[in-house]
């Protein structure tokens, strides 16, 4: 089965800084990858995704690249903020659309912001 | 809208007493469902998921179970709790059958086993 793997466990950055988290997968079929952020005593939640048919994908702050070939993503955060404090998640699926596709955590990072 | 209801949020029990965690998704149809088991250092472990009613996969030989007796309830179950059942668990859905599997969590429950 699909296996993920993140790194690092553990991210402190400055305020205002970039910070980036990186993902590879094993199943060459996955083609759906998401990430959630998991704030202190509460639910994961997506924040971003790609998939597979493309190799970048930005919405504000955040960006996510993928890179097929090599098998990894990696989610970025530019310009920081305390809000961005929680622990992140990746995930991979081979997503169809002809029945379940489950996905696969990677072990999450957790990011520390300091003011 | 949809929305994932997930009991209790805490819970405290002894090695050996039994276990169900249910939860029930409201506003879809043929959800897929998952249980997920969330250890200090470990991530987000699969344990359970399933496509429809009576339908379920197993993805980690464990002291669980687990059971879908209608379309939108999914319980976790075990017969008797041992001291490494402890943790965080979360259950989701996701909408069958497409090509994004965005998963949507419920609240979890903290399972500490004493």
């Known amino acids: 089965g699909e296996n993920v793997e993140q790194h690092p466990s553990t991210l402190s950055v400055q305020e205002g800084d970039s910070a980036v988290i990186k993902c590879t997968y094993s199943d060459s079929a996955s083609n759906y990858f998401p990430w959630y952020k998991q704030e202190l005593g509460k639910r994961p939640q997506l924040i971003i995704d790609?998939?597979?048919?493309?190799g970048e994908k930005k919405d504000q702050r955040i960006a996510v690249t993928l890179n097929k070939t090599a098998k990894h993503f990696s989610l970025h955060i530019t310009e920081t903020q305390p809000e961005d404090s929680a622990v992140y998640f990746c995930?991979?699926?081979?997503?169809?659309?002809?029945?379940?596709?489950?996905?696969?955590f990677g072990t999450g990072t957790r990011l520390t912001i300091i003011p | 809208s949809q929305t994932i209801h997930q009991w209790p949020a805490t819970l405290v029990q002894p090695v050996g007493s039994p276990l169900s965690l249910e939860c029930t998704v409201e506003?879809?149809?043929?959800?897929?469902l998952y249980w997920y088991r969330q250890a200090a250092g470990r991530g987000l472990q699969l344990l359970f998921y399933s496509v429809g009613i009576g339908q379920i996969s197993s993805e980690v030989p464990q002291n669980l179970s687990a059971s879908r007796p209608q379309d939108r309830q999914f319980i976790l179950s075990s017969k008797k709790l041992l001291l490494s059942d402890s943790g965080f668990y979360l259950c989701?859905?996701?909408?069958?059958?497409?090509?994004?599997?965005?998963?949507?969590f419920g609240q979890g429950t903290r399972l500490t086993v004493v």
């Open positions: 995930a991979a699926s081979k997503g169809s659309n002809f029945g379940n596709e489950k996905l696969t």
């Open positions: 506003g879809t149809s043929n959800p897929n």
């Open positions: 989701a859905w996701s909408v069958f059958g497409r090509l994004n599997t965005e998963a949507f």
């Open positions: 790609i998939r597979s048919n493309v």
